[in-house]
């Protein structure tokens, strides 16, 4: 794959796209898109299949998992239907997503095993991490919420007193004028 390929609108891909580099999908790709570099949808794209990259920024459609090495960015006439991970994630207001949402970093690639998985998932190729400036490393660490006292206990209440009188004062006074 070139440094950057695109795939137009109209063009209909029935297959997966894997390559190095980066790619732009303004049509349909029916099958994984699997590059190194950055994938971005057009508001008009759709994929119905795993999409991996480094930073993937989708205005279309998706049907399947998306794993991003850097970074996934909704924007807001994105549509996603499935898991997406990725360190992270952006959502612009009016993108729908369904599906679980993991911010982490990806695990390394493990071997293939060819034929004894029926659909091997798809993993994001290691990209080496760009230097960051010092400055921006040394972060001021998030400030903590600090609840609000809770109130006492409720103190245990004391049954009422008893509006009638007991059920044996009754009985003694029937006893009494029986015996007249």
Same mark, same amino acid.
């Given at each position: ?7 137009? &609108? ?9 390559? =190095? ?12 898109? $699997? ?5 971005? $949808? ?11 990259? %480094? *930073? ?10 998306? *794993? ?5 960015? $909704?924007?807001?006439?994105? &549509?996603?239907?499935? =898991? ?11 993108? *729908? %997503? /369904?599906?679980? $949402? ?18 091997? %998932? ?13 400055? %921006? ?18 103190? @245990? /209440? ?16 029937? @006893?009494?004028? /029986?015996? /007249?």
């Amino acid at each position: 794959m070139a440094e950057g390929s695109v795939i137009g &609108q109209g063009t209909v891909v029935r297959g997966n796209v894997r390559g =190095d580099g980066s790619v732009e999908i303004y049509g349909r790709v029916d099958g994984d898109v $699997l590059v190194s570099g950055d994938v971005t $949808l057009g508001e008009q794209a759709s994929v119905r299949g795993d999409v991996a990259g %480094a *930073r993937i920024t989708i205005g279309g459609t998706v049907v399947g998992e998306v *794993r991003g090495s850097e970074a996934i960015i $909704l924007e807001r006439s994105a &549509q996603v239907t499935g =898991d997406m991970t990725a360190p992270r994630v952006g959502i612009e207001e009016g993108a *729908r %997503a /369904r599906g679980a $949402l993991r911010t982490e970093e990806p695990a390394a690639q493990p071997a293939a095993r060819g034929s004894e998985q029926r659909r091997a %998932a798809p993993r994001p190729l290691e990209m080496p991490r760009r230097a960051e400036a010092p400055a %921006a490393r040394a972060e001021a660490p998030a400030p903590r919420a600090v609840a609000a006292p809770l109130p006492p206990p409720p103190q @245990k /209440r004391q049954p009422p007193a008893p509006v009638v009188p007991a059920f044996r004062g009754l009985q003694a006074r029937k @006893k009494k004028v /029986r015996g /007249r």
